[in-house]
């Protein structure tokens, strides 16, 4: 997959996975992982990407003796799934052109059946 589509639809899902609670590095990557394969090494350059971009903010708190880092989706980074979701129908639609068979009269480019009359 093209790498920086791959990176738009990564940043996109670890919006998609704090929109409803914040949550820490680790638990992303276990809500992402049905989706799509993400590790550590991908995961926190796109957080301090999404940080830098104000889409998500981050605070510090302490679990079990140890300080966690906990990531909370703002309105900007609500507005880019909003986006995408908008984004994804072109997506689709150019993807349907290029699969699409080719039904249609060769010689006026006119889908079979359109120029039959209508009784």
Request: hydrophobic share 35%.
């Amino acid at each position: 997959m093209d790498v920086q589509l791959k990176r738009g639809l990564l940043d996109v899902c670890v919006l998609a996975s704090i929109r409803s609670a914040d949550s820490y590095g680790y638990q992303i990557i276990r809500d992402i992982k049905p989706y799509v394969e993400i590790s550590e090494s991908t995961l926190y350059p796109i957080l301090r990407r999404l940080e830098s971009a104000n889409q998500l903010t981050v605070r510090t708190a302490e679990h079990n003796g140890r300080l966690r880092k906990y990531y909370r989706i703002t309105e900007q980074g609500k507005n880019r799934i909003e986006e995408f979701k908008e984004e994804w129908n072109e997506i689709v639609s150019i993807y349907e052109f290029i699969v699409k068979e080719d039904t249609g009269d060769e010689e006026t480019g006119v889908p079979d059946g359109a120029l039959e009359a209508t009784v």
